[in-house]
């Protein structure tokens, strides 16, 4: 059942331009020129519910004015977009009441609180009974294992524990619809990596849908089974994520280490990628050249002391389809 | 240009880029300005109509209102906004990696805001205020010129000082706020400024026996003393005498603020995260 | 939980983040109270210098000052988190998160901050009501005091309205919000004296542009019993501090805009 609809959105804004220096200066001070940015162009998608969908895409592509527009708070220049039923920006009251957002490096608890009188105002805000948030929060307190930094004001966690709780409370109020605003940024391994089977295991048991941007591609292998992918305010992909890493970078990686000098080494069938040293990573086509022919050819005119196979980097694979479809960083 | 002047030069130049882009802001304050002195001018032609016979006549203290405004820039209202800043997210401490004096840094810091702030404000405030009120007929309500060649002179002496006692000040507050941890420690500043300069009313309206203590503590330097130069009311010797208070204090606040911020920079420490 | 609980549940909120630092907090209450009783107090030294302004003395003027202080002051400490609005909102693009909330957004301003150390100005106010009311030979009824209350009212209205205004400002500009410094710390230099002493044109434009004559001037007039000055009738004076209420309709259609164009444009 489709509960996230979007049509044709377009955004665009006008900026002022100043000229540098002093004098650029001074002449701002009696004329201001504008020029028009579009955010978004004409992006179309819709999800259903407990779908977890990755949005990836360079810096200023449009990520977050997407986000801000599903959420309510911005509203675009035309298109349409529904969320259960309700248009965000027409209905901000109702709608927000039924979602969760979280923005990275960003709090919505109150800095000199205690986590634990932060989500008690929340439970005020959000209108949520007694009885119904003790079980919620009790539920999410353990899952995100957050009980000991309740006392605590915010200002004294890290930002890996800000994090969970900064989840928690975006989760009080049982809300159908979890956007997640890069949130893994600036966090570290473990954190990371708890946040995301906590959103993993969210999205699996209790069906929550669940929109998350991010440049971590990490965070899309882990947990997207589908893309979107925005480039200079355009949707220039949606898919899963294993359909796309074919299409743009099909070929694997062969990585060797040899026994001697290996910096004239060249091997029929496979391109030499990067040297270090006697290691020398090959990349070639699975389909013309299947890995075992090349490891055998390899192996037959050098002494050798490890090989191994791998897919290339998730990044690579990103920035090649940035660069194939021209989108830039703006 | 001297090597050694170069870091304070460039804060100055760097203030006045900063002024100047915020249009809208400088135009505001400008507003605000000419209508807290229109006021205050009304409210003082309504009062000397009843009792003419005061220490400084009307001409005098409509001229004391509009140097008022014209001048607010240069008063100390709080800690430097960049050091409350650094104090309250624990980077406070590097202010001592740069490679100048500190208190040295922070008074140029001081002086550059109080200038960059003044410059822009006092000149249309004089424009209005001096040429155009009494171009529309409002010559009684203007901003006059001083006295005399003397007063001008000396005036110009006193309002210099007055930039570096203010500095100092600052100076203070920031030490304040640095030894307290939080832009706070710097609220006693309006306490003591705003009545002690004159500038809710002008001293030398206040009753005779506070003369003396307000001729004599530290903030009398920022507003009464220099404006009564300017229209001659503190003339020849009380003049002089003036400017030595002025130099006094000047010289206090430099010297405590030497010394109790080497106290404190001791105990600064860096916040990491 | 409906929007009066949810506001008092954010005001003990506020009050214990601020009573961390009990010292930092008294102090801050004693200076607002030392710098206000000041001003109060120059008032005076100008009485004992100039004995009268154009027929009004030094009690009748402690009402009309007592009148505007408390009304501001009751206004700075309610919606305190409308004056923060431009620097703590919407130049940090906090704002957003206010709309990601099921509740007007104006309540949770108003939530945001509870300026407790008004509270010094709001009896220093209430002082100067107090010696203006001592002082003067005025007979003193139910009526009369009420009329004062009322006056009140209407100009914390009016006051809550300037600083919704200001805040709407901050959608357009974070920069100039000093502007707004002249409806308020302007409106009570302004409007302490009373407005006959002023020229036309600007007792005219505080009477209909910015009403302060009428939640000032007018009823404190008509309690005096001098009316007439004021150029009203009596019973007028009874009425005018509605005006601040439709001053302060006004803001909340002008804030409105604001939020729609907030939301056009983005943070």
New interface residues.
């Given amino acids: 059942m489709t509960q996230i609809s979007v049509e044709n959105l377009s955004k665009s804004y006008s900026v002022a331009v100043?000229d540098p220096g002093?004098a650029g200066?001074?002449r701002?001070?009696f004329q201001r020129r504008q020029r028009q940015i579009a955010a978004l162009d004409d992006v179309s998608f819709s999800l259903e519910r407990g779908e977890l969908l990755g949005f990836i895409g360079p810096n200023g592509a449009g990520k977050s004015t997407t986000i801000k527009i599903l959420s309510g708070i911005l509203r675009p220049s035309s298109g349409s977009c529904h969320v259960d039923g309700l248009v965000p920006w027409e209905q901000r009251i109702t709608h927000v009441g039924r979602i969760g957002v979280v923005f990275g490096q960003r709090t919505q608890l109150w800095w000199d609180l205690p986590v634990v009188e932060s989500f008690a105002l929340l439970r005020d805000i959000y209108r949520v009974d007694q009885p119904r948030f003790a079980r919620t929060s009790e539920r999410l307190i353990d899952m995100l294992k957050i009980a000991p930094l309740l006392d605590t004001p915010l200002r004294q966690l890290?930002?890996g524990q800000r994090m969970r709780c900064e989840i928690a409370a975006a989760l009080l109020h049982s809300p159908s619809i979890l956007f997640l605003d890069e949130p893994t940024i600036g966090l570290d391994a473990i954190s990371k990596l708890a946040l995301r089977e906590f959103v993993k295991d969210l999205n699996r048991t209790d069906g929550v849908t669940v929109i998350l941007t991010t440049h971590d591609m990490h965070d899309i292998e882990a947990l997207a089974r589908r893309v979107i992918i925005i480039g200079n305010g355009k949707l220039l992909r949606d898919s899963s994520f294993e359909s796309m890493r074919a299409e743009v970078l099909g070929e694997r990686r062969l990585i060797v280490d040899f026994a001697n000098d290996s910096s004239d080494v060249e091997i029929e069938g496979a391109d030499v990628r990067a040297r270090d040293g006697r290691t020398v990573e090959f990349a070639f086509d699975p389909e013309r050249t299947p890995a075992h022919t090349l490891i055998a050819r390899i192996a037959a005119s050098h002494e050798v002391v490890d090989i191994r196979v791998e897919d290339p980097k998730i990044e690579e694979v990103i920035a090649r389809f940035y660069t194939l479809h021209g989108a830039v960083e703006s | 240009m001297n090597a050694a002047a170069l870091p304070y030069l460039s804060i100055l130049?760097a203030r006045?880029?900063l002024m100047?882009?915020?249009?809208?802001?400088?135009?505001?304050?400008f507003?605000?300005q000419c209508?807290?002195g229109?006021?205050?001018v009304?409210?003082l032609a309504?009062?000397?109509?009843?009792?003419a016979h005061?220490p400084i006549n009307l001409a005098q203290a409509i001229t004391y209102t509009w140097l008022g405004q014209g001048l607010l820039g240069l008063l100390p209202w709080q800690a430097d906004a960049e050091i409350s800043a650094a104090v309250e997210t624990g980077n406070v401490a590097y202010e001592r990696l740069r490679p100048v004096d500190t208190h040295t840094f922070w008074l140029a810091r001081a002086i550059a805001a109080r200038a960059a702030n003044t410059g822009l404000r006092v000149l249309p405030m004089f424009a209005v205020a001096s040429i155009f009120l009494p171009m529309i007929g409002l010559e009684a309500w203007s901003w006059h010129l001083p006295s005399g060649p003397q007063a001008a002179f000396l005036f110009a002496i006193s309002i210099s000082l007055t930039v570096i006692l203010s500095s100092a000040f600052t100076v203070l507050l920031n030490i304040a706020v640095t030894a307290l941890k939080?832009r706070?420690a710097a609220?006693?500043a309006?306490?003591l400024v705003?009545?002690l300069s004159g500038m809710?009313?002008p001293l030398v309206?206040?009753?005779l026996w506070m003369q003396p203590f307000l001729f004599w503590q530290p903030f009398a330097g920022l507003v009464d003393i220099p404006y009564r130069i300017y229209f001659g009311n503190l003339a020849g010797s009380a003049a002089l005498e003036g400017i030595a208070a002025q130099c006094l204090w000047v010289v206090l606040f430099i010297v405590i603020g030497r010394a109790w911020m080497a106290r404190v920079m001791a105990r600064v420490d860096m916040q990491g995260? | 939980m409906n929007g009066l609980r949810l506001y008092l549940s954010f005001i003990r909120n506020c009050l214990r983040a601020q009573m961390l630092y009990p010292t930092?907090f008294l102090?801050?209450l004693v200076?607002q109270f030392?710098?206000t009783i000041?001003?109060f107090?120059?008032l005076y030294?100008?009485f004992?210098?100039?004995?009268?302004?154009?027929g009004w003395t030094f009690p009748e003027i402690a009402l009309f000052y007592g009148v505007v202080s408390v009304s501001f002051a009751l206004a700075d400490t309610t919606c305190r988190g409308f004056d923060m609005f431009g620097p703590q909102f919407v130049k940090t693009g906090d704002f957003d998160r206010v709309l990601l909330r099921p509740r007007p957004a104006t309540l949770q301003l108003m939530g945001f901050e509870f300026g407790f150390t008004s509270l010094g100005r709001v009896l220093q106010g209430l002082i100067a009501l107090a010696i203006g009311a001592w002082l003067l030979h005025v007979d003193w009824t139910v009526a009369k005091a009420l009329l004062l209350v009322w006056a009140m009212a209407g100009g914390l209205a009016l006051f809550i309205a300037i600083l919704l205004l200001q805040a709407t400002l901050s959608f357009w500009?974070v920069?100039?919000?000093?502007?707004v410094?002249?409806l308020t710390y302007?409106g009570i230099?302004?409007a302490q004296?009373p407005l006959d002493?002023?020229?036309n044109w600007?007792r005219k434009f505080l009477t209909f542009v910015v009403p302060l004559a009428c939640v000032v001037y007018f009823p404190v007039a008509t309690v005096l019993g001098r009316s007439d000055a004021a150029g009203i009738a009596s019973w007028m004076g009874a009425l005018t501090p509605l005006a601040g209420f439709a001053f302060l309709f006004v803001a909340l259609g002008a804030w409105r805009i604001g939020v729609r164009h907030y939301t056009s444009t983005g943070s």
Avoid: C, D
């Avoid at chain 2, 100047?20 to 304050?29: K, P, S, T, V």
């Avoid at chain 3, 004992?48 to 154009?54: C, D, K, V, Y």
């Fill in positions: 100043r002093l200066a001074i701002g001070l890290s930002l | 130049r006045f880029a100047l882009q915020y249009r809208a802001a400088a135009f505001a304050g507003a605000t209508w807290w229109a006021i205050k009304m409210v309504a009062f000397y109509a009843g009792s005061q939080t706070r609220n006693i309006p306490v705003s009545p809710i009313v309206l206040m009753p995260s | 930092a102090l801050r200076s030392v710098i000041t001003e107090g120059g030294a100008l004992l210098r100039f004995s009268h302004i154009r500009t920069e100039s919000l000093e502007i410094n002249t302007g230099e302004a004296y002493i002023y020229a600007f």
